[in-house]
């Protein structure tokens, strides 16, 4: 029983330091080839989201494309945005740019051809999105998408705009 209580007390901890985490520094490209800091992110004191996604994963381009339909509202409501992080790898960088704009997709989108920054933040498996507070500092992290999970996103923002 004494154990049980010490695991949860350190993993309540680690979840507390996972919340509070500052962005990794990692040297990425925009689609405009210039180069961007991650540890710099940011959204003017503002949440923002960070999605991790490849041209070849179909889950990840239906979340995408989900956030898009309401990304417009999203920003008018709250001034979130979003940062889209591509993991493909050199070989398919090129598909990269054709997707977003044939999607029209409106978010800042970054390179990590490498997975640099996707090991830094820890992520395995695509998509994963964390939700970032005014701060930089990392609010809440997932994998996986189902339709309609989206939502959340902007629920966890705006509780993060009422908490300031």
């Known amino acids: 029983m004494k154990l049980l209580k010490i695991f949860s007390v350190f993993v309540l901890a680690l979840v507390g330091m996972t919340a509070q985490a500052q962005l990794p520094s990692v040297q990425l490209k925009n689609l405009e ?22 041209t070849w994963c179909k889950p990840c381009n239906r979340e995408l494309k989900a956030i898009s339909e309401q990304y417009a509202d999203w920003q008018d409501e709250t001034g979130m ?7 493909d790898q050199a ?8 997707l977003v704009d044939g999607e029209g997709w409106e978010y800042e989108v970054l390179l990590d051809p490498n997975s640099e920054f996707r090991r830094a933040m ?7 999105v964390f ?25 966890k923002i705006r509780e993060l705009i009422a908490e300031k």
């Open 81 to 87: 945005k979003v940062i889209a992080v591509s993991i």
């Open 33 to 54: 080839g210039k180069t961007v800091n991650t540890a710099e992110l940011s959204n003017d004191g503002k949440p923002f989201v960070i999605s991790f996604f490849a």
């Open 91 to 98: 070989q398919n960088i090129n598909k990269v740019k054709p």
């Open 131 to 155: 939700i970032i507070d005014g701060n930089g500092k990392i609010a809440e992290s997932r994998s996986g998408y189902t339709d309609g999970a989206e939502s959340h996103l902007i629920e």
């Open 122 to 128: 820890g992520v395995q498996m695509i998509p994963h």
